[in-house]
């Protein structure tokens, strides 16, 4: 059913949450996994504009991407990783797409009303702009 999963990280503690379900489920139907993580600060932004070099923040998410797939992988999953830059959203939406992933997973923090206006909601927003079925893991 599942070829390739998109698995969205925060590089945070939802990620705990998330994964293991990513996991069982590439391994339950043979997928591989495509660990994303989408760099949003200011360099990451304006990286390509202004010709900037990768911050602190940037490599250590890739070290982070890394991680997680060698722990992935010694349980005999195929896994790859990519550090996005820019929009959340729009990234892991245009990624799934170019990627050839069939289902992406993410985690969902539970915001309220008040908390979705300030934050945004990066769930809200690739449902509203992708046609790759969803799975949403709501963060311990």
């Known amino acids: 059913m599942y070829r390739k999963i998109l698995v969205a990280l925060e590089n945070g503690r ?14 339950t139907v043979g997928a591989e996994l495509l660990l994303l993580h989408v760099a949003d600060g200011w360099a990451a932004r304006n990286f390509e ?8 923040e940037m ?12 722990g992935l992988r010694q349980q005999d999953l195929k896994v790859e990783t990519l550090l996005a830059l820019g929009n959340p959203p ?45 799975l949403v893991v709501r963060a311990e």
């Not at 939802?14 to 391994?27: C, G, R």
């Not at 245009?94 to 769930?123: E, F, M, N, R, Y």
């Not at 449902?127 to 790759?132: A, G, I, M, N, P």
């Open 14 to 27: 939802a990620d705990a949450t998330l994964l293991p379900h990513a996991a069982t489920l590439a391994k």
């Open 49 to 56: 504009q202004l010709k900037l070099a990768e911050s602190e």
């Open 59 to 70: 490599r250590a998410d890739r070290d982070y991407l890394e991680q997680t797939a060698s």
């Open 90 to 134: 729009a990234e892991i939406v245009k990624i799934a797409v170019s990627s050839g992933c069939d289902l992406i997973a993410l985690a969902s923090h539970g915001h309220k009303l008040i908390g979705d206006l300030i934050h945004g909601s990066t769930i809200d927003k690739v449902r509203h702009e992708t046609r790759v079925p969803l």
